[in-house]
């Protein structure tokens, strides 16, 4: 019996350390793969990101981690939902695929529909909110299919590998996420 929320390409499963650790590992220090996150410029000691590690395996009331793998149980990326506010509703969210060859096919598209139905289903959440650095197309679109909005941008707010980056908020709500996602709106679990 498989563990974790499905979705039609991928599974949310809980991070456990003989799975994803060594994944994990490589893709934060990997410049390719940190190059538009809001962190991965210091390098990491395995040390330190088993320390992180650790604490990540443990879902909070503020915080669920969670490993993305295929259907098929292929670790391809991490997904989570940070700063819960159950008492309004809210979370921060967001998702990295870490192999090159796994972007672009829809898997972080289908695991950030799977968080948000996670997030509005299961936590009873009513928004969700996200954000990417100006430039980043990819990042931009799959929010856009999931459904997330615009809602301000802070500019020139986080320095990234040689330039001051524009950081883009967004925000996906309950209702909107349903609207455009009836299907997901019947799903048990």
Request: glycine share 12%; proline share 3%.
């Amino acid at each position: 019996m498989a563990i974790g929320w499905p979705g039609e390409k991928v599974r949310l499963v809980p991070l456990e350390f003989e799975r994803h650790f060594e994944n994990c590992y490589r893709w934060i220090n990997d410049a390719d793969v940190s190059e538009w996150l809001a962190l991965g410029d210091l390098p990491m000691s395995r040390l330190a990101e088993k320390e992180w590690f650790e604490k990540a395996q443990v879902a909070t009331e503020t915080q669920i981690h969670f490993a993305i793998e295929t259907l098929d149980g292929r670790h391809v990326g991490n997904s989570g939902l940070f700063r819960i506010s159950r008492a309004h509703g809210t979370a921060m969210s967001g998702s990295l695929i870490g192999e090159f060859e796994d972007r672009g096919k829809g898997l972080g598209t289908d695991a950030t529909k799977v968080r948000a139905w996670y997030g509005f289903h299961v936590l009873g959440l009513r928004q969700l909110y996200s954000e990417y650095f100006g430039g980043n197309e990819p990042a931009k679109r799959m929010q856009e299919k999931v459904g997330y909005v615009e809602w301000g941008v802070r500019p020139a707010a986080f320095w990234k590998r040689g330039a001051y980056r524009d950081l883009v908020e967004t925000v996906l709500t309950r209702e909107r996420f349903f609207e455009l996602h009836p299907e997901w709106a019947g799903r048990s679990g």
